[in-house]
């Protein structure tokens, strides 16, 4: 039988693949040259300055945006945690009215293996994504460079960038 995975590696797992995503997040956010998507940004950002004549629009728009980013990442989050328990659940409800073989464990077993298997291979693409430095590992260095690309925009709008960080707060915990 195989080791218990232990509650350490499964945190160490999670916290790896958040900084990749979220520097992944940072290198597609922050292109040099004015994308098309940033174009839309700065047009929402001027239409809700003019309706709101200044008055927290940056805010209001940021917030909005944050929270339901952070709401819905909380809802998939729970979703697809509901859907493996229950997946395990029923397995072993199934097995334990002998509905399912201990063959048929060991096939599903397998499928799920080369399933973790094929998603490992694809992390090293993503790391390669995120190292920005291009020196193989995702330092602190590669953070600052991502960082570095985005506080422009940050510095240009921070109330949209502030209202941004509190919406994906607030819609994450409420969510």
Same mark, same amino acid.
């Given at each position: 039988?195989?080791? +218990?995975?232990?509650? #350490?590696?499964?945190?160490?797992?999670? /916290?790896?693949?958040?900084r990749? $995503?979220?520097?992944?997040?940072?290198?597609?956010?922050?292109?040099?040259?004015?994308?098309?998507? =940033?174009? @839309?940004? =700065?047009?929402?950002?001027?239409?809700?300055?003019?309706?709101?004549? *200044?008055?927290? *629009? =940056?805010?209001?728009?940021?917030?909005?945006? #944050?929270?339901?980013?952070?709401?819905?990442?909380?809802?998939?989050?729970?979703?697809?945690?509901?859907?493996v328990?229950?997946?395990?659940?029923?397995?072993?409800?199934?097995?334990?009215?002998?509905? $399912?073989?201990?063959?048929?464990?060991?096939?599903? @077993?397998?499928?799920? =293996?080369?399933?973790?298997?094929?998603?490992?291979? /694809?992390? +090293?693409?993503?790391?390669?994504?995120?190292?920005?430095d291009?020196?193989?590992?995702?330092?602190?260095?590669?953070?600052? /460079?991502?960082?570095?690309?985005?506080? +422009?925009?940050?510095?240009?709008?921070?109330?949209?960038? #502030?209202?941004?960080?509190?919406?994906?707060?607030?819609?994450?915990?409420?969510?």
């Amino acid at each position: 039988p195989d080791p +218990p995975v232990t509650s #350490g590696r499964i945190s160490r797992c999670r /916290m790896r693949l958040l900084r990749v $995503l979220l520097l992944c997040g940072c290198l597609l956010a922050s292109e040099a040259e004015e994308t098309a998507v =940033e174009r @839309k940004a =700065e047009k929402l950002l001027q239409r809700a300055l003019q309706i709101t004549k *200044g008055r927290g *629009g =940056e805010a209001a728009v940021g917030f909005g945006c #944050g929270f339901a980013a952070g709401f819905a990442c909380k809802q998939v989050q729970a979703m697809a945690t509901k859907a493996v328990f229950a997946a395990g659940i029923l397995t072993a409800g199934a097995y334990y009215k002998g509905y $399912l073989k201990d063959e048929q464990l060991d096939q599903f @077993k397998s499928k799920v =293996e080369g399933a973790v298997e094929d998603a490992t291979a /694809m992390l +090293p693409r993503f790391l390669k994504l995120a190292d920005i430095d291009g020196d193989d590992k995702i330092t602190a260095a590669d953070g600052k /460079m991502a960082l570095s690309k985005v506080a +422009p925009f940050a510095q240009k709008h921070a109330g949209f960038s #502030g209202g941004l960080a509190g919406g994906l707060l607030a819609g994450y915990q409420i969510g």
